[in-house]
């Protein structure tokens, strides 16, 4: 079942922070973060292990919360090369194949 | 380290005319990929491959899709009879086994079905 992200879409001012979140309505076991330019492939962030650490470097990190089985994502001090899509994956029933949320747009203006 | 390369980037074709994309892993990675993904929505997975065995194909793909990866290494995605609906982006991704594996996308093959 897909995971579900929140909000669809963003607009910042660079320098303002952000949080996207990833809920899922199954037990989740990893939560993979991707961002996507337009016309472009997703390119990978980070991925979230059950039982593992938040992650992140620099401006950007994720957490995990296995209980509510949801994965945030925040974007502090945003610049604007990151806009773009990001997407939340998470892997289907154990398997390897991952199912990806619808995205949330995120704009970043000057 | 050479990434995740698609060949064509770009295709376009008329219905009912068969198309064939190729994708070729980074080098090691046992595991390859296909997805495709329409404007606005996130990738659709459609099938995978560890090393040359075809282990998973989503029951939403039709029989008119068919995937080989003969030697483990470059893979082919063929799509027969084309359909207006089969316009997207075909992506290729590959990842190695082991805990917490990461897919690494190739740049797609956006395919238009005229």
């Known amino acids: 079942q897909q995971p579900v992200q929140s909000p669809q879409a963003v607009i910042l001012r660079e320098g303002e922070d952000a949080v996207i979140n990833c809920s899922s309505s199954?037990?989740?076991?990893?939560v993979h973060w991707y961002r996507q330019k337009h016309g472009e492939a997703p390119v990978f962030l980070m991925i979230l292990l059950k039982g593992g650490e938040q992650k992140g470097h620099e401006k950007i990190s994720a957490s995990f919360n296995e209980k509510k089985q949801q994965s945030s994502l925040y974007l502090t001090a945003s610049q604007l090369s990151y806009s773009g899509t990001y997407f939340c994956?998470?892997?289907?029933?154990?398997?390897?194949?991952?199912?990806f949320g619808q995205g949330t747009r995120l704009t970043i203006n000057p | 380290d050479t990434g995740v390369s698609q060949d064509p980037r770009h295709k376009i074709t008329k219905r009912g005319q068969n198309v064939t994309f190729r994708c070729d892993p980074i080098s090691e990675h046992n595991r390859l990929y296909w997805y495709r993904q329409t404007l606005g929505q996130g990738p659709e997975f459609l099938t995978y491959f560890q090393n040359e065995a075809q282990l998973e194909k989503s029951r939403l793909l039709s029989d008119r899709f068919s995937a080989e990866r003969p030697k483990g290494s470059f893979s082919t995605l063929e799509i027969q009879r084309t359909e207006q609906g089969d316009s997207a982006m075909y992506l290729c991704?590959?990842?190695?086994?082991?805990?917490?594996?990461?897919?690494?996308f190739g740049p797609g093959t956006r395919l238009l079905v005229l």
């Open positions: 199954k037990a989740l076991y990893s």
């Open positions: 994956g998470t892997p289907d029933q154990g398997a390897q194949k991952l199912v």
């Open positions: 991704a590959s990842s190695v086994t082991g805990l917490g594996e990461t897919q690494y």
